[in-house]
């Protein structure tokens, strides 16, 4: 999973540069983000088998697995802070008790093998801290006292891949109440996490939930270095509405998705297989209409956001089943580019266009996004969207499947209060300036020494566009995924992930803030050279 010491690197060139049409190589395969289900949203710290195994099978039988969803994720609650004189975790037995002949009460395995019998993946919840939220922050229960996995990181980790679960969601309410350093803890954790792999041989994704108060954006996929990694980039997106509970008349807030929404938005460092989070979903959460339901999805896919739902699967209506299986949303969000939405206009207070780029040449996710309390006509520039304004674009509704025109130049529609119209766009993909690292007058970059520590530097960048779409053109023959770190203009740098190739150049994309319009940009990757592994040009839009 760490995997930072194997790093991709070559050697410092002279660069030549020209203009270039065609468009960019087969991209590299990475991790598209989660897709399944959590329980905090609607169960708080009172989950326990029986509601797992019911909204596990609730999964299955509303549709939702064969959509893609997956992952079936205990959040807290589920250990209540007691280990043994070895300090193992100690599980209540009644509340996880055998499910099958031969299992013992206690132990969590039964639950995994439960959800994996059903085809699903497993997740499970933990602290970076001694202690958990619950034991500052109770919703239903009692205070759980020492639920969190400081001092048993490597105990608590094997013990996770030994039960056999596939998804981990590390949590920050212990870390902050003891003023930790989120880097340090999440980086040893990262560390246990490879330990645990490497011994079972069992694979664990890593769900970080610093909940964005020290930017792990910033410095989360250095730390994770994983085949997929994802971040939590703002608080809960709702407290949990529990039935039957004193808080069972809680409203999710179409307020909170939109601010989780924006504080989830950092393009730099979403690629590769690196998710931001926003937070569990709240679609069918009581509080939200069936119309914001569909904002909510919209904004979520064009972020490239994990789609963790967090209502109860088993009071689902039919509107909010159809909105979280639409096909054409969540390949929107699944694609394999794995970039994120950028905002490309503001035609007034309150007004965006977002759009997202995606594998296929020449489409586009885009999102009409009004926040003001009254209907305004928003237009899209094909322009801002680096597609050729000149060709016909057919415009799709991705809600209805509808299309809407073969139009050039721009689409305008009026759009309600409060509301989001969601389109697919498919058009002709616009030119991309490309730079090769080669010496002044020579064809080939020769060969960089082994052990040799330079980055490679691509100097005159130009892009008329805030955020630039770049295309790295790479191999990487080894069986492991190589990483490099990329500084734009010496600014704080991302560390990129280039997964294997064989001997086929691939490609993998990034977005970078770039001077708009100018010659003096200047894009540098990092790490420690490696001749098997080599960047042979970027293209940029």
């Known amino acids: 999973m760490h995997r930072i010491r194997a790093l991709l690197a070559c050697g410092v060139l002279c660069l030549s540069v020209w203009a270039a049409h065609a468009e960019p190589g087969q991209p590299a395969r990475i991790s598209a983000p989660p897709m399944g289900w959590s329980s905090w949203n609607s169960f708080s710290n009172t989950i326990d088998a029986r509601i797992v195994m019911q909204q596990a099978r609730a999964m299955i039988s509303t549709g939702l697995k064969r959509a893609g969803y997956q992952y079936i994720n205990i959040d807290e609650g589920w250990w209540l802070g007691q280990r043994d004189a070895k300090g193992n975790i100690v599980v209540n037995r009644k509340a996880w008790p055998a499910l099958a002949p031969g299992e013992h009460a206690g132990d969590m395995a039964n639950i995994v ?95 970080i939930c610093e909940q964005g108060t020290d930017s792990p954006w910033t410095w989360a996929p250095h730390i994770g270095g994983m085949d997929a990694d994802i971040w939590r980039t703002s608080r809960d997106i709702v407290a949990p509405i529990v039935a039957s509970s004193p808080h069972a008349n809680r409203k999710a807030s179409f307020a909170h998705v939109i601010s989780n929404f924006e504080e989830g938005i950092h393009p730099a460092a979403e690629h590769t297989g690196f998710y931001n989070d926003p937070d569990m979903l709240v679609a069918g959460m009581p509080g939200l209409t069936a119309e914001q339901d569909r904002v909510h999805m919209a904004l979520w896919a064009v972020s490239g956001a994990p789609l963790l739902i967090g209502a109860d699967l088993t009071k689902l ?50 999102v009409l996004l009004n926040r003001t309390s009254s209907p305004a006509r928003i237009a899209v520039q094909w322009n801002d969207l680096g597609l050729v304004p000149s060709s016909p674009v057919q415009v799709t509704n991705v809600w209805t499947g509808k299309t809407l025109g073969l139009l050039r130049n721009s689409y305008a529609a009026a759009v309600p209060a409060n509301d989001a119209i969601f389109l697919l766009l498919r058009g002709r993909e616009g030119g991309m300036n490309r730079y090769t690292p080669l010496r002044s007058g020579e064809r080939h970059a020769p060969e960089t020494p082994a052990g040799k520590d330079a980055p490679v530097r691509f100097s005159g960048v130009v892009s008329s566009h805030r955020w630039a779409a770049i295309a790295i053109t790479y191999t990487n023959p080894s069986a492991s995924p190589r990483y490099a770190k990329l500084h734009v203009n010496g600014m704080v740098g991302t560390w990129i992930e280039f997964p294997p190739t064989g ?39």
Not at 329 to 337: E, G, P, S, V
Not at 354 to 363: F, I, M
Not at 516 to 540: D, M
Request: proline share 4%; net charge neutral.
């Open 317 to 366: 209506n039919d509107a909010t089943l159809k909105t979280l299986k639409n096909p054409m949303m969540l390949a929107i969000d699944q694609d394999r580019l794995g970039l994120q939405a950028i905002e490309v206009a503001r035609p007034g207070r309150g007004l965006e266009v977002w759009s997202k780029r995606l594998a296929t040449p020449g489409e586009r996710a885009v």
């Open 503 to 541: 001997n086929r150049a691939r490609v993998v994309w990034i977005q970078a803030k770039l001077e708009r319009n100018s010659a003096g940009n200047v894009l540098a990757f990092s790490a420690r050279c490696a001749p098997s592994a080599r960047i042979s040009s970027i293209e940029v839009q």
């Open 113 to 207: 093998r439960y959800i994996h019998g059903l085809g699903l993946k497993a997740g499970i919840y933990t602290d970076a801290g001694f202690n958990g939220c619950s034991s500052m922050y109770p919703d239903i229960g009692p205070k759980y006292l020492h639920t969190g996995s400081q001092g048993h990181y490597d105990q608590d980790f094997l013990q996770f891949a030994r039960w056999g679960f596939d998804y981990v969601k590390v949590d920050w309410c212990g870390g902050d109440e003891e003023h930790l350093d989120p880097s340090v803890q999440y980086a040893e954790i990262a560390h246990a996490i490879e330990r645990a792999e490497r011994l079972t041989g069992h694979k664990l994704y890593f769900s």
